[in-house]
């Protein structure tokens, strides 16, 4: 299992003496503004933060890039960052949640378990008594009801330890607060959906770069999730250039085990021939066009058809007539296309 059942229990026997609290936390950055300002909340109480990110290719935020969000708002936090990837066992999640999905294959409660073990683990490591994250009650209908955040620390097992300064007033004591680390009047009751306070905070503080509220998991976007489910149900083994591939491309699932990914700008046609290796590929020769990735084998029909898809997302006005495919072995071949494919069956087949 993901979560075994005697780690939470073996978290929850540690007594209050074997882990004192001290003024040290671990705070989990996602690069959006409820995260930063829970980590300011801390913070301007004298409290020493390290910043968590767990990027994934769930997220569109890229955390190695010097002007990516959470880079940007650690850099106005003064924190150090720590990156901790999100690994195989996540897609294990993903394919199969404890807690089930959300409205789309988003497994929010178990994420944020996830999360918090893995924000646990780096607490440990350097030396920290708590938890801190810009969740706010009521903001997340899955992961974010008073009844969930207490069973996502049950079973995180990080009862008592996961502070959230954006809602503390509206929710039970934590250790830190209990044990005077942190003064519980300085720290916020916002609850519900809105933003206004989170915002005019913001504003105070001059705080600028962080993520939209719509920018976070691509898993709660439908088509993307399509993809992805796709994706799991086809392949047994997932590699990072299958997940990579997930973010280019009009994505066409022409049979279980073959799948075509077509370009759809000059930026996704040098994507994909970055991740070619090993792969068929088929490319215009004589007019301008998309590039086509293949996952699987075709046989010389399926080829033609492929073919004929490649033509259709050309130019009206420059659809040539020849083709190249490169098979996986590197050999080139030509292979001549007399129509564009039929929209309704692209439509049919489209992820």
């Known amino acids: 299992m993901i979560f075994p059942h005697d780690y939470a229990r073996q978290c929850e026997t540690v007594s209050k003496e074997e882990r004192p609290m001290n003024k040290k936390a671990v705070a989990l950055l996602s690069g959006g503004l409820d995260s930063a300002l829970a ?8 409290v020493e933060i390290v910043a968590l990110h767990l990027p994934s290719f769930f997220s569109p935020l890229d955390a190695d890039g010097e002007h990516s969000p959470v880079r940007l708002l650690a850099r106005q936090l003064d924190v150090p960052l720590l990156l901790r990837e999100k690994g195989d066992d996540f897609l294990d999640i993903i ?3 404890r807690y089930g999905h959300g409205k ?14 893995k924000a646990k683990q780096v607490m440990d490591e350097v030396g920290a008594s708590f938890i801190v994250t810009g969740e706010v009650v009521g903001q997340r209908p899955m992961s974010q009801r008073r009844d969930a955040l207490r069973l996502i620390e049950k079973q995180a097992g990080c009862r008592g330890i996961i502070l959230r300064p954006l809602s503390s007033q509206v929710l039970p004591p934590t250790r830190p607060e209990e044990e005077g680390v ?19 905070l913001a504003e105070e503080l001059g705080l600028h770069g962080y993520s939209p509220p719509a920018g976070g998991c ?18 047994i083994e997932v590699g990072k250039g299958d997940l990579a591939l997930l973010r280019v491309g009009r994505h066409i699932r022409m049979r279980p085990e073959l799948k075509i990914i077509v370009g759809r700008n000059q930026s996704d046609n040098q994507r994909l021939e970055s991740l070619s290796s090993g792969r068929t590929i088929f490319s215009p020769v004589d007019f301008p ?20 898809v490649l033509r259709r997302y050309a130019r009206e006005s420059s659809r040539g007539e020849w083709v190249e495919v490169r098979n996986a072995a590197g050999e080139d071949r030509r292979i ?10 692209i439509q049919e087949h489209l992820l």
């Open 39 to 46: 980590i300011h909340l801390v913070q301007r109480q004298g």
């Open 95 to 97: 394919r199969n949640p």
């Open 104 to 117: 789309n294959l988003n497994p929010c409660i178990d994420c944020r378990i996830y999360s918090f073990i």
């Open 182 to 200: 942190v003064n519980r009047q300085q720290l916020l009751g916002i609850s519900g959906r809105g933003r206004k306070a989170q915002l005019r």
């Open 218 to 235: 691509l898993l709660t976007d439908k088509g993307f999730s399509q993809r992805v489910r796709d994706l799991l149900s086809e392949e």
């Open 289 to 308: 066009g998309p590039l086509v990735l293949v996952h699987g084998r075709p046989n010389p029909e399926e080829e033609s058809l492929i073919a004929s």
């Open 336 to 345: 001549r296309v007399e129509h564009a494919a039929d929209d309704r069956w």
